[in-house]
């Protein structure tokens, strides 16, 4: 059964438990697609009103957008766990021989490189879904403007867990080439979410 298909509380129990998976990295794909769903039930509750006619098309065009978005945060959730699991898997191989030994490290290496790869995944799709969320400010319907702060805030969320997660399996990305551009352009990725969130939340507040 996959954390997407469970009920609500069902999930919460899971996560709540002593299991270490689902974490932070499942639960930040999560607030993902929670703030993808509410940016398009903004832009629901905007198409088709006349008074907000001028707003029809970006609307409609954020609902389409976000679609693609919500699938693959959606599908992240599982995979952040999935990923997880293969670390743990790989730690617990064999190592008694220099041949196991070879073995078993090219699986961690290989493991962690996708478990840092599913959370960095995570923070562009929310980064995307937080660029879309911008063009509703004052072109969606003002009655839902505090939905609209919320999908910010989980946006913003999903991407500050998701960064978290990329920076604890860096140290054990082998392939420096490759952790180094991680971290390079993942730290701008975060920066820059970082002042559109505040400047969205900041504008959406003082519409209120």
């Given at each position: 059964m996959k954390l997407i298909d469970l009920q609500v509380?069902?999930?919460?129990?899971?996560?709540?438990?002593?299991?270490?998976?689902?974490?932070?990295?499942?639960?930040?794909?999560?607030?993902?697609?929670?703030?993808?769903?509410?940016?398009?039930?903004?832009?629901?509750?905007t198409i088709g009103k006349e008074k907000y006619a001028m707003h029809q098309d970006t609307c409609n065009a954020a609902k389409q957008r976000g679609e693609a978005l919500y699938e693959a945060l959606s599908a992240a959730v599982d995979a952040d766990t999935d990923a997880y699991n293969l670390v743990s898997a790989a730690f617990r191989?064999?190592?008694?021989?220099?041949?196991?030994?070879?073995?078993?490290?090219?699986?961690?290496?290989?493991?962690?490189?996708?478990?840092?790869?599913?959370?960095?995944?995570?923070?562009?799709?929310?980064?995307?879904?937080?660029?879309?969320?911008?063009?509703?400010?004052?072109?969606?319907?003002?009655?839902?403007?505090?939905?609209?702060?919320?999908?910010?805030?989980?946006?913003?969320?999903?991407?500050?867990?998701?960064?978290?997660?990329?920076?604890?399996?860096?140290?054990?990305?082998?392939?420096?080439?490759?952790a180094q551009a991680f971290e390079r352009d993942g730290q701008k990725m975060y920066d820059e979410a970082e002042q559109l969130q505040k400047k969205l939340f900041d504008e959406i507040s003082k519409s209120l």
């Amino acid at each position: 059964m996959k954390l997407i298909d469970l009920q609500v509380k069902d999930y919460l129990e899971v996560l709540k438990s002593n299991a270490p998976a689902p974490g932070g990295g499942s639960v930040s794909a999560l607030a993902g697609v929670q703030g993808i769903a509410l940016f398009m039930m903004v832009a629901d509750l905007t198409i088709g009103k006349e008074k907000y006619a001028m707003h029809q098309d970006t609307c409609n065009a954020a609902k389409q957008r976000g679609e693609a978005l919500y699938e693959a945060l959606s599908a992240a959730v599982d995979a952040d766990t999935d990923a997880y699991n293969l670390v743990s898997a790989a730690f617990r191989m064999p190592k008694d021989t220099e041949q196991e030994k070879i073995a078993r490290g090219k699986t961690i290496a290989d493991a962690t490189l996708l478990a840092t790869k599913i959370p960095y995944r995570s923070m562009e799709l929310a980064f995307e879904g937080l660029q879309i969320a911008e063009t509703l400010v004052n072109h969606s319907n003002t009655n839902a403007a505090s939905d609209l702060g919320a999908s910010v805030l989980n946006l913003s969320a999903c991407i500050k867990g998701a960064w978290l997660n990329v920076k604890i399996n860096l140290p054990g990305v082998k392939d420096k080439v490759k952790a180094q551009a991680f971290e390079r352009d993942g730290q701008k990725m975060y920066d820059e979410a970082e002042q559109l969130q505040k400047k969205l939340f900041d504008e959406i507040s003082k519409s209120l």
